[in-house]
């Protein structure tokens, strides 16, 4: 069935990423768009919806989300780095895989509530193989787009009397399970909107074992790698450095945070077209920054710079609010400097659509998918968010500056409809219920029933409500000593060798 948008202002990208708004049309068919132009004819039998007073934005491409987590929203609005990394890998002696379909499922619909359409779902759960199969139902519930970076993790086996890992890191069934899950069409197919990704930051085993790893994951047609990029996982050598030496430093590869990068390894990262995916509320809060967005000492990595949410258990899970803090954080930056020499800036440092285009085509290009999402164009994608211009918030700004009005005024409450793959996943200002999907073998089918949000909260709070009824014997100070411990010693490889 087609859909057609009509009356609304439109923001095109050109092939240089300048926007202009435009009002038009929008038709879309077969969850792709097939014309942008005023006044378009309405198809026999089509839906229309009138956006008269509306903004037609595409939707938001978010590069790094660890979607799972939705469960420990709440906890950690005032933690450092250490606890949030106890509390987390703690989770996985309770989270079952049934948690993590909720959990996903939830974090997938809260990205969708806020314009967002596609996520790199660094999905560090991989507790056992249901774990990662069962998120994986969940974020194709859901209908967003997503690449699901299955990830190996580190995994506790005892908390009492003692902290306990397992022994070994990757365990032969990790790869197994991977291949397995590569040969289903449900996540292969060119109309797949979930595909497969892989994660890893285990950079301290041996150099012929991480490229002996990627070989692997790329032999099965991963085509998007990430890894966190951030002082407490550094090993010695600088982790953009280390890929350059390995060759593996290629497009496909997506580096989160990359606060530590040097001036070198922008120009290494550059050259690769290789994207790093900043989140400025975790990376500030959490120490894992500073954010590199608009770094003057770091002017090529805005042009290999994406945006990403990280934990939407410690912050909003709208990108918008991160475009929005990523400037504005830069901004006072510049103005610092300015004043520390005296001066009033004469000029604004960086526009709202600098940022703006981080969060959607340079997004889009960090997962190669530029030729599909990322930007409104006759033949891509229909992944696309609308927005009120007559909201209390966006009057007035959304009539002179679109883009402005997105990036420094809306809030989720502004989005009107989300559309994703030609399918509306949010009307009006509500989330649509969504049709459950289940593995049946090694594919995914629908399920025949249909769950809407109340039914997700209900599953959400009850593992929340288990997790914090175990926590007082899951040691989480222990937890946290044992990982600070690691982390001192950089995560020694002769100490993690086995796999």
Request: glycine share 8%; aromatic share 8%.
């Amino acid at each position: 069935m087609s859909l057609l948008l009509t009356g609304g202002t439109v923001l095109i990208h050109d092939d240089q990423d300048k926007i202009s708004p435009i009002r038009a049309d929008v038709l879309i068919s077969s969850g792709r768009i097939v014309k942008i132009a005023p006044e378009i004819s309405t198809p026999n039998g089509g839906e229309v919806i009138d956006c008269t007073d509306k903004i037609i934005s595409p939707g938001f491409v978010d590069t790094h989300h660890h979607v799972w987590q939705t469960a420990l929203k709440g906890l950690f609005g005032n933690a450092p780095f250490f606890p949030y990394m106890a509390t987390m890998t703690a989770a996985g002696m309770v989270f079952t895989p049934e948690d993590v379909f909720w959990g996903n499922l939830a974090g997938s619909m809260e990205a969708i509530d806020a314009g967002t359409t596609t996520t790199l779902d660094h999905a560090h759960l991989n507790w056992s193989e249901d774990h990662s199969k069962s998120a994986i139902a969940g974020s194709i519930t859901s209908g967003i787009r997503s690449i699901f970076a299955y990830t190996p993790v580190l995994t506790l086996k005892e908390t009492q009397p003692h902290i306990k890992f397992a022994s070994e890191l990757m365990p032969n069934w990790v790869m197994e399970a991977l291949e397995r899950l590569s040969t289903s069409k449900s996540l292969t197919s060119s109309d797949s909107r979930v595909q497969l990704g892989f994660g890893f930051d285990f950079y301290f085993l041996p150099q012929q074992i991480v490229q002996g790893i990627f070989a692997k994951v790329k032999s099965l047609g991963v085509k998007i790698i990430t890894s966190h990029f951030v002082r407490q996982f550094d090993h010695g050598e600088g982790l953009v450095s280390k890929l350059k030496s390995y060759g593996l430093l290629d497009k496909g590869i997506v580096l989160s945070h990359a606060g530590v990068a040097t001036a070198e390894d922008a120009k290494l990262l550059h050259e690769a077209k290789v994207y790093v995916s900043a989140t400025p509320n975790t990376e500030l809060a959490m120490a894992v920054g500073p954010p590199v967005p608009f770094r003057q000492d770091l002017p090529l990595m805005d042009e290999v710079c994406s945006l990403g949410i990280d934990c939407h258990s410690a912050t909003s899970g709208s990108l918008v609010n991160e475009m929005r803090f990523a400037l504005q954080v830069a901004r006072g930056h510049d103005s610092a400097a300015h004043l520390k020499d005296g001066q009033i800036p004469r000029k604004i440092y960086h526009a709202t659509a600098d940022v703006f285009n981080m969060g959607t085509i340079q997004g889009a290009r960090a997962l190669c998918l530029e030729h599909e999402i990322g930007s409104m164009k006759e033949g891509k994608k229909a992944d696309l968010v609308v927005f009120d211009a007559l909201s209390p918030a966006m009057i007035g700004v959304a009539q002179q500056d679109p883009v402005s009005a997105i990036v420094l005024h809306s809030s989720i409450g502004d989005v009107n409809t989300v559309i994703v793959d030609g399918r509306v996943r949010k009307r009006a200002g509500k989330l649509l219920p969504v049709r459950a999907a289940e593995w049946r073998g090694e594919e995914i089918d629908d399920n025949g029933s249909d769950i809407t949000w109340a039914d997700v909260c209900k599953q959400v709070l009850g593992t929340q409500k288990r997790f914090l009824d175990k926590m007082d014997e899951l040691n989480i100070e222990g937890i946290e000593a044992s990982l600070r411990q690691m982390y001192v010693a950089r995560w020694s490889s002769e100490a993690y060798t086995k796999h």
